[in-house]
């Protein structure tokens, strides 16, 4: 079996790793460079949904990338647009012929003999093992097990005789004209579904185990529009960027310091929209706000069809489903002719891939991150992992810049290998996203990373410590062995954790 070998290897074809690639090309050209993406199209996230209404969650001057801005008004764009960005943006730096579809990855082994990572795939297709090689490999395979979702058995399933939808996996023949439908779920997903399902349905149920906190935001960015028309080139578009990113930053940040105030704040908006005789208790959680992640909606569209009476509220626990839908604990029972169950992710490090040195296994769920980019005793790897409290691609710009940054210092001082290395006993036994009350961390938060009791092994969701942190310091560090090839065995092979 050949080997095809290149200087620089990123695993995933979405936003973060188009994103990477661009920043290698741009700032690294010199480097041979490659993307293994297991689906068939770049796209991610964003190929990988077809449900009614898949749109971000952030908005798109945030979301999208800085060294390309998004030119379009639209506030949180749909999965179509957002997928047509992303493979624009990638002819843009002449990426198509770089990247290499329908790669699943199973294992990456880094080699101390070889100094690099020799990489097993399955051509799904085919079926064929194909071999791969890199010198660096980056990681921008997401959070979330693409093969199937997070979906709890309820009881009296096989009584119901219409149909169950997961989103993660909706057909798109589904007709659900004037049909009855009942959306298990509170958070993103189910907030997105409810409108955009309504009006086309008969009705449209949203049925909550508990309440998330939902507001609203303006789906067309108008002063950004007028900016547009006075301001040279892509300026409007970089002042709305900055301006946003502020703005979430501000609103994460006044949760946490005025939890009480925000969360009146946040219920007042609401109460506003839904109207003065809706059941406030749908829409007041009982954790404070960010606890976990709050839920946007464009121009109040949820508020909307819950105040027309095109869609409805029922939070309450699920007794069984019946044969013609499910019943409550309350003893009150939701006719259903589909049932879509928006109750989560399953979370998934590395794309299911298993990571070893030499042969022995590496799991990264026993190591910290080094400034959340780099991997504590795993040489020459970067992980992508973007943020929970603001735009997911923020921090994967940040962290491609200072890939860029790492590979260009290693090159002017003849250094092939470079492993974080920690000497301070920093490790605790929380998970990095430990403090996220979300179901979906708290059912898989072993999967994730471990946080360190200081910096720079800790992983802090804040955008502008991040930036001084990744763009602003000096590369070397005491806490970075920088290796000559020769040394690389040296550098990984210590008794600690290396092979864990």
Same mark, same amino acid.
């Given at each position: 079996?050949?080997?095809?070998?290149?200087?620089?290897?990123?695993?995933?074809?979405?936003?973060? %790793?188009?994103?990477?690639?661009?920043?290698?090309?741009?700032?690294?050209?010199?480097?041979?460079?490659?993307?293994?993406?297991?689906?068939?199209?770049?796209?991610?996230?964003?190929?990988?949904?077809?449900?009614?209404?898949?749109?971000?969650?952030?908005?798109?001057?945030?979301?999208?990338?800085?060294?390309?801005?998004?030119?379009?008004?639209?506030?949180?764009?749909?999965?179509?647009?957002?997928?047509?960005?992303?493979?624009?943006?990638?002819?843009?730096?002449?990426?198509?012929?770089?990247?290499?579809?329908?790669?699943?990855?199973?294992?990456?082994?880094?080699?101390?003999?070889?100094? #690099?990572?020799?990489?097993?795939?399955?051509?799904?297709?085919?079926?064929?093992?194909?071999?791969?090689?890199?010198?660096? @490999?980056?990681?921008?395979? %997401?959070?979330?097990?693409?093969?199937?979702?997070?979906?709890?058995?309820?009881?009296?399933?096989?009584?119901?005789?219409?149909?169950?939808?997961?989103?993660?996996?909706?057909?798109?023949?589904?007709?659900?004209?004037?049909?009855?439908?009942?959306?298990?779920?509170?958070?993103?997903?189910?907030?997105?579904?409810?409108?955009?399902?309504?009006?086309?349905?008969?009705?449209?149920?949203?049925?909550?185990?508990?309440?998330?906190?939902?507001?609203?935001?303006?789906?067309?960015?108008?002063?950004?529009?007028?900016?547009?028309?006075?301001?040279?080139?892509?300026?409007?578009?970089?002042?709305? #960027?900055?301006?946003?990113?502020?703005?979430?930053?501000?609103? =994460?940040?006044?949760?946490?310091?005025?939890?009480?105030?925000?969360?009146?704040? @946040?219920?007042?908006?609401?109460?506003?929209?839904?109207?003065?005789?809706?059941?406030?208790?749908?829409?007041?959680?009982?954790?404070?706000?960010?606890?976990?992640?709050?839920?946007?909606?464009?121009?109040?569209?949820?508020?909307?069809?819950?105040?027309?009476?095109?869609?409805?509220?029922?939070?309450?626990?699920?007794?069984?489903?019946?044969?013609?839908?499910?019943?409550?604990?309350?003893?009150?029972?939701?006719?259903?002719?589909?049932?879509?169950?928006?109750?989560?992710?399953?979370?998934?490090?590395?794309? %299911?891939?298993? @990571?070893?040195?030499?042969?022995?296994?590496?799991?990264?769920?026993?190591?910290?991150?080094?400034?959340?980019?780099?991997?504590?005793?795993?040489?020459?790897?970067?992980?992508?992992?973007? =943020?929970?409290?603001?735009?997911?691609?923020?921090?994967?710009?940040?962290?491609?810049? =200072?890939?860029?940054?790492?590979?260009?210092?290693?090159?002017?001082?003849?250094?092939?290998?470079?492993?974080?290395?920690?000497?301070?006993?920093?490790?605790?036994?929380?998970?990095?996203?430990?403090?996220?009350?979300?179901?979906?961390?708290?059912?898989?938060?072993?999967?994730?990373?471990?946080?360190?009791?200081?910096?720079?092994?800790?992983?802090?969701?804040?955008?502008?410590?991040?930036?001084?942190?990744?763009?602003?310091?000096?590369?070397?560090?005491?806490?970075?062995?920088?290796?000559?090839?020769?040394?690389?065995?040296?550098?990984?092979?210590?008794?600690?954790?290396?092979?864990?």
């Amino acid at each position: 079996m050949s080997q095809q070998h290149y200087d620089v290897l990123i695993i995933g074809a979405g936003l973060a %790793g188009i994103g990477n690639a661009c920043h290698i090309a741009r700032e690294c050209p010199d480097k041979s460079l490659a993307i293994l993406e297991r689906r068939e199209r770049m796209g991610g996230t964003w190929d990988l949904f077809k449900y009614p209404g898949i749109r971000s969650d952030s908005d798109m001057f945030s979301f999208g990338y800085k060294f390309r801005p998004w030119h379009d008004l639209k506030t949180l764009a749909d999965g179509p647009a957002i997928r047509r960005y992303i493979a624009d943006t990638a002819e843009a730096y002449g990426l198509q012929d770089k990247i290499r579809y329908g790669m699943k990855i199973i294992r990456s082994d880094w080699s101390s003999v070889e100094r #690099r990572w020799n990489l097993t795939a399955l051509h799904e297709a085919t079926g064929e093992t194909r071999a791969f090689s890199c010198n660096f @490999l980056v990681s921008c395979t %997401g959070y979330y097990d693409h093969d199937a979702g997070f979906r709890p058995e309820f009881p009296g399933e096989e009584n119901f005789k219409g149909t169950k939808i997961h989103p993660q996996h909706w057909p798109e023949d589904l007709d659900y004209a004037g049909r009855k439908v009942v959306v298990i779920g509170s958070g993103a997903t189910a907030v997105t579904l409810v409108p955009a399902m309504a009006g086309t349905a008969g009705h449209v149920t949203m049925l909550q185990r508990s309440p998330s906190y939902v507001f609203s935001v303006p789906s067309f960015d108008r002063l950004t529009e007028a900016l547009a028309k006075l301001l040279p080139g892509d300026l409007a578009y970089r002042f709305a #960027r900055k301006r946003n990113i502020w703005i979430q930053r501000g609103l =994460y940040l006044a949760c946490k310091r005025w939890p009480k105030t925000m969360r009146k704040f @946040l219920l007042g908006q609401v109460r506003k929209r839904v109207g003065p005789d809706f059941d406030m208790t749908h829409f007041t959680p009982d954790y404070m706000p960010w606890d976990e992640r709050l839920c946007a909606v464009p121009d109040g569209d949820l508020f909307r069809v819950l105040r027309e009476g095109q869609a409805s509220m029922a939070t309450d626990h699920i007794e069984r489903f019946t044969e013609n839908g499910i019943l409550l604990q309350s003893g009150e029972e939701l006719e259903a002719d589909i049932i879509v169950t928006a109750t989560g992710l399953k979370l998934q490090m590395l794309g %299911g891939m298993d @990571l070893s040195i030499d042969g022995e296994p590496a799991p990264i769920n026993r190591r910290m991150t080094y400034k959340g980019v780099l991997v504590e005793n795993i040489p020459n790897m970067a992980w992508v992992f973007g =943020y929970t409290n603001a735009p997911w691609t923020l921090k994967a710009d940040l962290a491609a810049r =200072y890939l860029c940054r790492l590979i260009r210092h290693m090159d002017e001082h003849e250094l092939d290998v470079v492993v974080p290395r920690d000497t301070g006993d920093n490790a605790l036994d929380d998970g990095i996203l430990d403090s996220l009350q979300s179901g979906y961390v708290q059912r898989d938060r072993h999967c994730l990373p471990r946080q360190g009791r200081t910096m720079p092994w800790q992983v802090l969701m804040h955008y502008g410590k991040d930036k001084k942190m990744l763009l602003d310091e000096a590369i070397e560090d005491e806490r970075l062995a920088f290796l000559p090839a020769r040394q690389a065995h040296a550098a990984v092979a210590q008794p600690d954790s290396v092979a864990a």
